[in-house]
């Protein structure tokens, strides 16, 4: 045992013996150790009682359990003193010694456990204040930012629509203004005639067009002259299509107010009028509006388009031949002029006056040859039609139509053009009326006539024209 243990000893011994003395003797005193110092202080607040009180000292493993009783004095307390001085102090030394090591122990697990509550409770915190608070700039913003963008692009979509809506609706208006000024031009050159039994009729009625076509041998415009050609052009938009329909001139029919005679007579009676009434009590179809046309016209429409080309035979090139000597000499022209080769047949181009004369021929094939050939022409004409009107309107314009008699109102022909886009796509019929089989050649007041069967021609043209 070295000094320092040696002093710390005696000093523990000193202690305890005052300790003890204080004990027995009932004084308070206060004994005091230090770990560094090796000092022992002990604080009693009062005295036991008279049988003395029980101390018991451990100091690590070894436990002392001492009852005392008042000594009675000498060496024998002393001894038993210093020796409970000594465990008092090793005991003292431990429990001070355990419980700084507890402390220390605890301190250090309770630090991390702390430490990570509070980091759990301030998350806690922060969790909640976040959802009080509005959600950070950035966050909020981006949402904003992409439905400001979507918004953005919806307007311009939006302008650029409403450009090309501004733009079609302006070229409509141009196209529609250009048009009407047009027709307005072209109609001024047309003779307009009323039919005042049709003034207030419509146009159309049942979903069909019906025009009369009316070609007749003056030189002049007007209804002079005879009816040559009747060609009833109905426009239908219930079977989509265009049909021209002859009407044979020596159909017998009644002429109101004029009895039986042939159709031609009613236009020679009461011109287009009459005419117009003839054909709807006979046949029962509505016809309100027509077109009358002379010669020239019709020359003058096939030269605008171009001329036709047609297939002839060598007998029907002799006839053309025979009535362009009549058509010249109405016009004042060389009687040979616009002849054709005699040698010629097959298919051959034809300009207006060759075209005339080819439609006028009813020697060969008598009237329902001749119509056909009428339709033939007329169809070539319309197919060419479209194109002229890009390619040559002014000659058209200028020789169709100031050779025309009309009681088409100009409103009713601007409609028409509009819907001329339309009717380019219908189909193209061509037919006769009396039907085949539905008629008779009779012979009526030294008049050769056909006798008709006019229930049979209703039902065929009710089912052509309105699908019925």
């Known amino acids: 045992m070295d000094r320092k243990d040696k002093l710390e000893g ?59 009783a008042r000594p009675a004095s000498g060496r024998s307390a002393q001894n038993s003193t210093s020796g409970q001085r000594e465990r008092t102090k090793t005991e003292s030394n431990k429990a001070a010694r355990q419980s700084s090591s507890n402390q220390r122990e605890s301190g250090q697990r309770e630090m991390p456990q702390r430490k990570k509550q509070e980091s759990v409770r301030s998350k806690k915190q922060e969790t909640i204040r976040n959802k009080r608070q509005e959600p950070p700039k950035s966050r909020r913003q981006e949402p904003v930012k992409g ?4 918004q953005e692009k919806a307007k311009k979509k939006k302008k650029r629509i409403i450009k090309i809506l501004a733009v079609i609706a302006a070229l409509f208006v141009i196209g529609f203004v250009g048009l009407y000024m047009f027709v307005g031009s072209v109609y001024k050159k047309m003779n307009y005639k009323e039919a005042e039994d049709f003034t207030y009729e419509a146009m159309k009625e049942d979903g069909v067009i019906n025009v009369l076509l009316i070609g007749n041998d003056s030189r002049l ?75 020239q016209a019709f020359a003058n429409l096939v030269d605008a388009v171009g001329g036709v080309d047609l297939e002839l035979t060598n007998d029907e090139v002799q006839y053309v031949n025979g009535y362009l000597m009549e058509y010249n000499q109405l016009e004042g022209r060389d009687l040979a002029t616009d002849f054709l ?71 009713e022909c601007f409609s028409l053009s509009l819907n001329a886009w339309k009717f380019l796509g219908y189909d193209m019929v061509q037919q006769c009326v009396p039907v085949e089989g539905t008629y008779s050649n009779a012979t009526i007041r030294e008049m050769a006539v056909l006798e008709v069967d006019f229930e049979a021609n209703k039902r065929f043209l009710k089912s052509t024209l309105y699908g019925e």
């Open 147 to 150: 439905k400001k963008a979507k």
């Open 341 to 411: 080769d005699p040698s010629l047949s097959g298919m051959i181009h034809l300009n207006g006056p060759q075209a005339l004369a080819f439609t006028r021929n009813r020697y060969i094939g008598t009237d329902f040859g001749r119509t056909e050939r009428q339709r033939k022409v007329l169809s070539a004409v319309i197919e060419k039609l479209p194109g002229a009107v890009l390619t040559n309107s002014g000659e058209l314009t200028d020789g169709l139509f100031p050779n025309l008699t009309t009681n088409l109102k100009q409103g």
């Open 221 to 295: 415009a007007g209804d002079d002259g005879r009816s040559d050609a009747m060609i009833l052009v109905s426009i239908s938009d219930k079977t989509k299509t265009i049909t021209m329909t002859s009407l044979l001139r020596d159909m017998y029919v009644e002429i109101p107010g004029y009895g039986g005679n042939r159709l031609n007579a009613a236009y020679s009676y009461g011109g287009p009028d009459l005419l117009m009434k003839t054909i709807e009590q006979n046949l029962d179809i509505p016809v309100h509006r027509y077109a009358l046309v002379n010669f």
């Open 10 to 68: 005696e000093e523990i011994q000193k202690g305890l013996e005052q300790f003890l003395e204080q004990e027995l003797y009932g004084t308070a005193g206060t004994v005091s150790t230090s770990k560094k110092t090796g000092e022992l202080d002990l604080s009693l607040a009062q005295s036991q009682s008279a049988k003395g009180p029980d101390v018991i000292l451990s100091y690590g493993t070894d436990e002392l359990d001492t009852s005392l």
